[in-house]
């Protein structure tokens, strides 16, 4: 037996979406902040509701500016988050910007 979903269809990709939304908005503000010393990339966004959290995985080129990136973007984060909660229509959300995995030599 089993068990159905009791979402509404048109709501099924709707965290996608979110997610999809929330990455091209925080690309833009990065774009719109960032003095271009290195290219910033936002490679996936993650939306917590329960947390009111969005988690953004970003990439940096070139590799060694990631640290100065990271800081950057922890020093923007709460100006990108205001951003972002207008987005989705969220009073306050929270935007982290976790450390990218170490490469394996």
């Known amino acids: 037996m089993t068990i159905q979903s009791k979402q509404h269809p048109s709501s099924a990709g709707a965290p996608q979406r979110i997610n999809e939304t929330l990455r091209e908005i925080i690309a833009q503000e990065i774009a719109r902040l960032s003095n271009a010393t290195s290219?910033?990339?936002?490679?996936?966004?993650?939306?917590?509701?329960?947390?009111?959290?969005?988690?953004?995985?970003?990439?940096?080129?070139?590799?060694?500016?990631?640290?100065e990136a990271l800081a950057f973007l922890r020093?923007?984060?709460?100006?990108?988050?205001?951003?972002?909660?207008?987005?989705?229509?969220?009073?306050?959300?929270?935007?982290?910007?976790p450390a990218p995995p170490a490469k394996a030599d």
């Open 39 to 67: 290219l910033i990339t936002v490679v996936g966004v993650v939306y917590l509701p329960a947390k009111k959290e969005v988690r953004a995985a970003v990439s940096v080129y070139p590799e060694h500016k990631t640290p």
């Open 75 to 97: 020093r923007h984060a709460r100006g990108i988050a205001r951003v972002a909660a207008r987005a989705i229509r969220e009073r306050n959300v929270r935007v982290v910007f």
